[in-house]
């Protein structure tokens, strides 16, 4: 695996203002003298600064910093024994260089130190700054040593496990998981028709789910274009005429079960051409026989699809006897040839027998057991296996009925036919064997062939694949040069001579490894939700599977606290924990299928506005104070956002509209871009020497509102504007941009509401109306405490409001004008504590930082079937999958994240000329993307 490089210095979020980044400690948050370490500290933040004011706020989406979060938790322990510094300097130096570390971090010195520490007799002395919260005011030996000990040996983990072995691990185990996959699938076979057909489980009670893939539940609209002029028939006994009707239904929920029970019954849907037939033959005799024998003399008359199946007539009739049964194989024998000849030409299902619930049933049938239930079946499959010379037979054994059935048949009637929930589970499976390869529908991955790779794939393949093999070059070349430039031994002084290398990394090495890496992890990308190397299982929602984990990640949020660097209103450590939690539950809520439950889904709701409200802040905030209206700082901000997506909409094939919140926060960062840059250009410094600019500005927000309220209200001056060519290309989806129109409207007012907000806030920062200081109320007490009131009384109303919606539709209407009042409770009681507002959870500001590839990354990758599925990489076990496969997850979206912050150094460099010829190359690479996007649409069409 390529080594990573670290981000450079300047890597900022995409979204938000450049600003300080320094090491997070808890030294910040300890009492007593500054700790010997803090030096150090200050002279590594150094490193980090930026050019420019620290404006303190970001946007919606952000990257990953040059620190990761998970060294920044064990820095406590460094920080601990720099105070021992003195205690350790002896050993230090009678060892050497022993630890591999040195002495920023190896592991015998670190024992050494704590060794060293524990001989010193216990004394009352104030705690060292960086010692954990606890035992900042303890004057008591013992519980010093307690907390050092801990801080070293939590050293020691982060030393030992960094984000570099955790993206190792995560290495390994995708290629292990990939080898296993591909192994069981050559062994097992790679047809989901057969598992389909065969095998799968009970989700809750009604729900089927096939074993390794999804079943997609028919629409009447989808069955009937699916069905179009085809024949169906079904041919057998009463059990058989239950499935009938479970079919039928599907494409005609009105279809009523009446007539002769034992006769046939016919079924066309004149308009799309569906004939359904069921023939009563509940015997396999010659009358079946001379049946079947007909279809294949007669191609005309030839069903496309033949369900057949019976057994329990011959036991009933015949009083279960042997004679009966060796009657039955002799009438399969003569009948299988024909079987197998119009599977040659259509499919044909034989459904096996259900078992029977022999204490419901009644005298008559009595004879109908379990036992011989099992003899028929096996009879079944054996001669009907064995009726082709072929390794393989052509007539498919429906067998999964037999396992739906052990599970719901003590719920049957009489003990012999099945509930109505059980037929409509079977008769929905033979849908999706039979119109899953047709209509292809994205939740339905058995019975599909892998899609087959576009033009523009294919280029991308072969981009990413001259990248890895150009890096390969680049890197054996580099090490031979290093080998010849290693120091050697001078013989005759027996000093080594050293020669003058230069180690600064190249643009080109850089990039060309962020491809190579890139085109890897692409990879991944395609086997997970394109290939059929991995499984894939249908969502289902139960309370426990998303209040559960949600409970989890709260525990480890407030587990892993730290203060703040400054305490400022959505200070940038604050923000960075709102997106990491915000992140986290809409993952639980996609993962866990929630959004069939309205409370949940309203409330995930508000966090997608969440993360709009924050762009309108983050974006107004930074233009407003520092007036940089750049074209360097839109391209980091477009690139950051959208480099991700683009490579992903050519790797997996699919529309950029698909990522809908990106095409979102993008479309909002320019209005507020052109809002703001539009003549006049007003901004704080201007706006301080006259109040006159504050109202100009208030007049720009009011035309904005106006022109948001209009395309609002009139959807086809929207779709007008964004049919157009080649803005249509980028923002429809099926054919049309009612779908962007629907998302845009559904939060039109937020990003507005960030913007004021910001304004707001601002403007009484300036006039210094606010406390801010550590530990103080943002107002008076009585002011505070009435707004915390009020913040909590609407924060529970619209909660309770959420939660009595009668349908998503009334909900959606009202959503975009009441959203932003959980969000400004949230930010009210957030903020006006002071003590809450000097910390933070470093655990949610890690996942906060790579939120924006943790959003799309989980389409493919921790999700499947583009978030209609689950990806399972280990099945059997739903608990260690989900662990496993969030872990590559993780370390993936922080990978690209990196990737994302060395390319946009390269890619968008600061020189206005350099940066101009780059959108030339640019420009010029969508135009040649949007041709080969159209002449891939002509031939699909």
Known sequence: MPLTLPPPAGAHDPVTPEGHQ????????????????????????KGEEEEGEETGVQGAWGTATAEPGWRAWGKAAEAAAAEEGQVEARGAAAAGSGSPAGGAGGGRGSWRRLLAWLRRPPQCCPCAAPLPRSAAHCCHGGTKMAALAYNLGKREINHYFSVRSAKVLALVAVLLLAACHLASRRYRGNDSCEYLLSSGRFLGEKVWQPHSCMMHKYKISEAKNCLVDKHIAFIGDSRIRQLFYSFVKIINPQFKEEGNKHGNIPFEDKISSVKVDFLWHPEVNGSMKQCIKVWTEDSVAKPHVIVAGAATWSIKIHNGSNEALSQYKMNITSIAPLLEKLAKTSDVYWVLQDPVYEDLLSENRKMITNEKIDAYNEAAVSILNSSTRNSKSNVKMFSVSKLIAQETITESLDGLHLPESSRETSAMILMNVYCNKILKPVDGSCCQPRPPLTLIQKLAACFFTLSIIGYLIFYIIHRNTHR???PCTDLESGEEKKNIINTSVSPLEILLQS??????????????????????ENKFYTHSTFFIPIIYILVLGVFYNENTKETKVLNREQTDEWKGWMQLVILIYHISGASTFLPVYMHIRVLVAAYLFQTGYGHFSYFWIKGDFGIHRVCQVLFRLNFLVVVLCIVMDRPYQFYYFVPLVTVWFMVIYVTLALWPQIIQKKANGNCFWHFGLLLKLAFLLLCICFLAYSQGAFEKIFSLWPLSKCFELKGNVYEWWFRWRLDRYVVFHGMLFAFIYLALQKRQVLSEGKGEPLFSNKISNFLLFISVVSFL??????????????CNELHPSVSVVQILAFILIRNIPGYARSVYSSFFAWFGKISL???????HIWLAADTRGILVLIPGNPMLNIIVSTFIFVCVAHEISQITNDLAQIIIPKDNSSLLKRLACIAAFFCGLLILSSIQDKSRH
């Open 515 to 536: 491809f190579c890496k890139l085109g890897l992890i692409m990879a991944y990308f395609y086997m997970c939700d394109r290939a059929n190397l991995f499984m894939k």
């Open 797 to 810: 109303t619209y909660s309770i409001w959420a939660s009595s919606c009668k349908n998503k539709a009334e």
């Open 853 to 859: 590839e943790l959003f799309i990354c989980q389409y």
């Open 484 to 486: 010849k430039n290693k």
């Open 22 to 45: 320094e090491p997070v400690t808890p030294g910040h948050r300890a009492s007593g003298p500054p700790s010997q370490a803090q030096p150090l500290l200050r002279q590594e933040a």
